[in-house]
């Protein structure tokens, strides 16, 4: 492992069984919900995951986090296998990396204080701290992600807050024990626009000031574009394309990438010419593909497609796509300007 790489994922998978039917007629199904990812987030970067709703992004962030365990593969964080830990020493690690969610309605327990909220990871982390030091790391915290003065906000309820500023309790609660990674899921898609943008500088100021390595998993390419050094585009629980923001964005090399760049880059265009950049059809994580998953969406397809899956391969620098037919495609003429 690289000494510059904070987390190496090396062939993760995690697939869930569901029952369904009745006694008499059971059926069981595989959801291959994340499908032999490996990649890597180096120290101080904050890596981008986007893809569609079902492809595996949230699955991915719960395994580091440790608040899942995989079905195969491994998980090296900070020099140590995470799958390899017992409980004792998975509860030590969880110290050093922290998750914000969604929906902080979700996170925030309505019935306690603020202060109480943040406060309880440094009592269960950091128990030779006294109260007063507890309240004063609580208050720095909330300063830090820019509720000020914290004594306005400490004593409230989450009732008490505006969505943006539950948010930015959560973030002060995954801080405060100074972790060295945060996966943040989505944190800013039940927001009002208007308050996304604090929320988004709030945190690329933190990982600045305090030096943080941060998984960013998003819907939307242009906010992904905003906040991350590095992206990683998955499909059906692989990653399709992974590269530096600018290549992603201005060079897509993967079928799937190229449609939503150009989504969002320019909508008409889109809409004009959809039946040449991604066929229509969901992603159903029950199946098992002998060939490309991106089949049966893919416009460009040949019969390689259909008879392997393609490997992540080298295309230039740091960027890696995973398509039989990326370089015949290259060509292809998209808006890319975001
Ligand atoms: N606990 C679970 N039990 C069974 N299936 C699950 C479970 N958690 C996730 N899945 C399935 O695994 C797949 C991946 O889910 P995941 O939540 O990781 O997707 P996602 O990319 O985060 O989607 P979204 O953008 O909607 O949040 C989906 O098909 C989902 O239904
Ligand atoms: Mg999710």
Redesign the pocket.
């Known amino acids: 492992m690289a000494k510059d790489v904070l987390i190496e994922i090396k062939n993760l998978k995690k697939t869930?069984t569901?029952k369904t039917g009745n006694i008499f007629r059971r059926k069981i199904t595989h959801?291959h919900?994340?499908n032999n990812v490996s990649l890597e987030i180096n120290k101080g970067e904050i890596l981008g995951i986007i893809?569609?709703?079902?492809?595996?992004?949230?699955?991915?962030a719960r395994m580091i986090m440790r608040l899942m365990k995989e079905s195969s593969g491994d998980i090296i964080f900070d020099g140590t296998n995470l799958s390899k830990l017992n409980d004792a020493q998975t509860n030590k690690m969880r110290k050093k990396m922290q998750m914000i969610f969604?929906d902080p309605y979700d996170t925030l327990n309505p019935g306690m204080r603020i202060l109480d909220i943040i406060m309880e990871p440094l009592n269960a982390h950091e128990k030779g701290l006294s109260y007063e030091e507890k309240v004063v790391r609580v208050q720095d915290a909330v300063e830090a992600i820019d509720l000020k003065p914290a004594e306005d906000f400490i004593y409230r309820y989450p009732h008490q807050l505006s969505g943006g500023q539950r948010q930015r309790v959560a973030i002060a609660r995954a801080i405060i024990l100074e972790p060295l990674f945060i996966a943040a899921?989505?944190p800013t898609s039940m927001l009002d626009v208007s308050v996304r943008a604090g929320i988004l500088n709030a945190l690329l100021s933190l990982k600045k000031k305090m030096g943080l390595t941060m998984m960013f998993?998003t819907?939307d390419l242009s906010t992904a574009s905003y906040m991350c050094d590095r992206i990683a585009v998955?499909y059906q629980?692989r990653v399709v394309e992974i590269g530096p923001t600018k290549k992603i964005i201005h060079n897509p090399s993967h079928p799937y990438t190229k449609a939503l760049v150009s989504v969002v880059a320019d909508l008409n265009y889109f809409i004009e010419n959809k039946e040449s950049i991604i066929l229509d059809g969901e992603?159903d994580?029950t199946i098992v593909h002998e060939g490309c998953p991106f089949v049966s969406r893919c416009p460009h397809q040949e019969s390689s497609c259909h008879s392997h899956p393609p490997e992540l391969e080298k295309i230039e620098n740091q960027h890696y796509v995973s398509c039989h037919c990326h370089l015949d495609i290259n060509d292809q003429k998209l808006p890319v300007s975001l």
């Open positions: 869930f569901k959801v919900a994340v893809g569609e709703s079902g492809c595996g992004k949230t699955t991915t969604q899921d989505e998993i819907h998955m629980g992603v994580a």
